[in-house]
């Protein structure tokens, strides 16, 4: 069975930076994809970055050259780093295959961007 927790969400400047963290299962480090989503208030959940177990990364157009997704297999964690944060980038991120499996949602953490 595979659990996701994610952490790192918070009240961030615009402009400023944050690094979130998937703590998962091994057997969620063995897919052949992974990736960060996000959820902003009143809109669906979007895929931001993905990662291929063969280490290639892809990015949606409003965070490309912003955002870096990685992963650490000894530590099984999968990061996001998140820098020139915007207030469109208010939302609540998540972790999870892609394409993701619905049984796999965590709660999420929330990213809150504003002055």
């Known amino acids: 069975q595979v659990q996701l927790v994610e952490s790192g969400g918070g009240l961030v400047q615009p402009g400023g930076s944050l690094r979130l963290s998937c703590a998962a299962s091994v057997t969620f480090f063995s897919l052949n994809a992974v990736g960060w989503y996000r959820q902003a208030p009143g809109k669906q959940r979007e895929l931001v970055a993905t990662?291929?177990?063969?280490?290639?990364?892809y990015y949606a157009d409003s965070v490309k050259g912003r955002f870096t997704i990685s992963r650490d297999n000894a530590k099984r964690t999968l990061y996001l780093q998140m820098n020139s944060l915007k207030p469109d980038d208010t939302a609540v991120f998540y972790c999870?295959?892609?394409?993701?499996?619905?049984?796999?949602w965590g709660r999420g953490t929330q990213v809150t961007v504003s002055s």
């Open positions: 990662l291929t177990f063969g280490g290639r990364s």
């Open positions: 999870n295959s892609d394409p993701p499996v619905g049984q796999w």
